[in-house]
Structures are given as structure tokens and as C-alpha cells.
């Protein structure tokens, strides 16, 4: 008997694997002949996994635009972010409509309605509204109560170990899927044991002069906000560290 398609998926909380599982979904479903598309939401689909895909001829959508961290975007960002992501999610419908069934990836569309930059409810109509056969998989923090609702599978990745509480920081290919202009590489200890940013760049924003620890620029803390202080030497270095090694 022929089992169809046309379920929810939604892969939440703060540990590592959301996206890492959406996109491992996408390829079963596209090495069975199914159409697949991934629409990256709050990412500028640069990243290692988007290229991978476009090789193998799965289509992807994302803002290459994004101009970096929703809390540091000005309103005119913002506006222009969530027009951005309105069209890409109107553009996965019309690719929905072409084919009976397939596998639509919506990666970090929680976040997205999380962070005002997608309207949950235009999200909440539009999984109403698809192809009775498409597959969807939602990624993404703090689902609200009505999306956990619409959704037939809840996975929420919680995290146990992490590299990064024994000072590993985020690794090329692996936890780090590739920003503005690319850079952002491992921090090292110094002599006393003390963690210093070597490069730390996010949006051509640098938290900390390489190497340093000095005070003066501003700083991002564990939960994604903005320190609204400026760099507190070793312990911002960490926490910048921290909140862009988590967010895959």
C-alpha cells in the first residue's frame, strides 16, 4: 500500500541538530525522487549545507541581504527582512503547487515568527493551505503553543554535552555554517588559560579587538541580545562565542 506524504514536522529547542535534521530529511526524500525545496529563514544561504544541496540540484531559497542579528537590524532592516521572508514563503507555495507531493523545508521559520520577522499567522495559513502531499519541517526556537499544535512530529533537541563547556568553539562544517564574510575562527587560550577572540566577526562587526580582551566594542551575550555594555574582556570573548557556536 502506498504511503503518502503530507505531515508536519517541527525540530525546536536549544540543542545542536535542527537544521542538521531538516536537511538530512530533505536528502532521503530527494534520493526517493521526491521534489524538495529549503527556504532558509534569518539566514543569508551561504552556508556549507545550501551549497551541498544547489550540487545536487535541490533548490534553495534564503535572504542573501540579511544584514545580521535581528536585535542589531534598524526597522527599515527589519521591514525589509520580513518582506523578504513573506516572498520566499510565497514563492515555496507557488514551487508546492507544481507537484502532488514533495518535502518543504522551512528552516528557522520558528525563529523568524519568534523575532517578528515572519507572520506567524501568514506561516500558520500557509501549512492550512499546501498540497495535501507535501511534507514540511519547521526548525527553530520557542515554537508558540499553535504551531506545536499544527504539527504531526515535535522533536526538541536539548542539550546534554557541547564541546563549547570544555572550550571548543565552533568548527568549519560542523557547528558553523558560514557568515558575512566568512570569518570567524577558533578562539584560543593564552598561557593563563583564558579564552581571547582571534577573529570574531559577525555582519563586519568585530566583538573584540583579536587577542585583546579590551574594552570598547559591543558584545552579544549567550541568549542572542544584545549586552547593552560594552566588552567585558574574557567573558564577552565566551559569550559571543557561545551564542553563534549554538545556533545550528
Not at 506561516?123 to 519541517?137: I, K, S
Amino acid at each position: 500500500m502506498e504511503q503518502k506524504l503530507g505531515m508536519v514536522h517541527l525540530y525546536h529547542g536549544g540543542g545542536k541538530g535542527k537544521t542538521t535534521a531538516a536537511i538530512g530529511l530533505a536528502l532521503r526524500a530527494a534520493g526517493r525522487g521526491y521534489p524538495v525545496l529549503v527556504v532558509q529563514f534569518l539566514k543569508r544561504g551561504d552556508s556549507g549545507e545550501i551549497k551541498a544541496l544547489e550540487r545536487l540540484g535541490i533548490p534553495t531559497l534564503a535572504y542573501p541581504q540579511l544584514s545580521g542579528f535581528s536585535f542589531r537590524m534598524s526597522e527599515e532592516e527589519k521591514a525589509k527582512c520580513l518582506a523578504a521572508h513573506t516572498e520566499n514563503l510565497r514563492r515555496a507555495g507557488t514551487f508546492c503547487g507544481q507537484s502532488p507531493q514533495g518535502l518543504l523545508v522551512l528552516d528557522e521559520a520558528v525563529g523568524a515568527c519568534q523575532k517578528g520577522l515572519l507572520d506567524e499567522k501568514l506561516l500558520l495559513d500557509f501549512l492550512h493551505a499546501r498540497p495535501a502531499g507535501w511534507e514540511v519541517v519547521l526548525t527553530g526556537r520557542n515554537p508558540s503553543a499553535n504551531l506545536l499544535k499544527v504539527a504531526d512530529y515535535v522533536t526538541e533537541m536539548k542539550k546534554q554535552k557541547h564541546p563549547f563547556d570544555r572550550g571548543v568553539m565552533a568548527r568549519d562544517g560542523i557547528e558553523r555554517y558560514g557568515y558575512a564574510n566568512g570569518s570567524f575562527r577558533h578562539q584560543q587560550k593564552n598561557a593563563g588559560g583564558i579564552w581571547r577572540a582571534s577573529s570574531l566577526l559577525y555582519g563586519g562587526r568585530r566583538c573584540c579587538p583579536p587577542g585583546t580582551g579590551k574594552r570598547g566594542y559591543p558584545g552579544l551575550c549567550v541568549n542572542g541580545k544584545s549586552c547593552n555594555s560594552f566588552c567585558a574582556a574574557d567573558f564577552c570573548h565566551r559569550q559571543c562565542a557561545y551564542s553563534i557556536a549554538s545556533l545550528g
